[in-house]
């Protein structure tokens, strides 16, 4: 899977990944490869992502939005 985290002011990470955990309004969830299509909104939270070479990375979200389709991923957010 591809994901871009893009703020207002610059591209936070790109690459591919195997997952993401996000703070979805009305709860956390992961996405994995071959999610269904999805837009959520974010809440205030931490962004887990895994890469596809196995590193974990986190971001700390204060809300955004997030879109999948076809195993690429965008995180559309404001950041701490």
Same mark, same amino acid.
């Given at each position: 899977?591809?994901?871009?985290?893009?703020?207002?002011?610059?591209?936070?990470?790109? %690459?591919? +990944? $195997?997952? !993401?955990?996000?703070? #979805?309004?009305?709860?956390s @969830? /992961? =996405?994995?490869?071959?999610?269904?299509?999805?837009?959520?909104?974010?809440?205030? %939270?931490? +962004? $887990?992502? !895994?890469?596809?070479? #196995?590193?974990?990375?986190? @971001? /700390? =979200?204060?809300g955004?939005?997030?879109e999948?389709?076809?195993?690429?991923?965008?995180?559309?957010g404001?950041? !701490?």
């Amino acid at each position: 899977m591809y994901l871009e985290i893009i703020t207002p002011e610059e591209k936070v990470f790109s %690459g591919e +990944i $195997k997952l !993401i955990r996000v703070p #979805g309004t009305k709860g956390s @969830f /992961e =996405i994995l490869q071959n999610h269904a299509p999805i837009i959520s909104t974010l809440e205030k %939270g931490d +962004i $887990k992502v !895994i890469s596809s070479s #196995g590193k974990e990375e986190h @971001f /700390e =979200i204060n809300g955004g939005l997030i879109e999948v389709s076809d195993n690429k991923i965008i995180v559309l957010g404001e950041f !701490i």
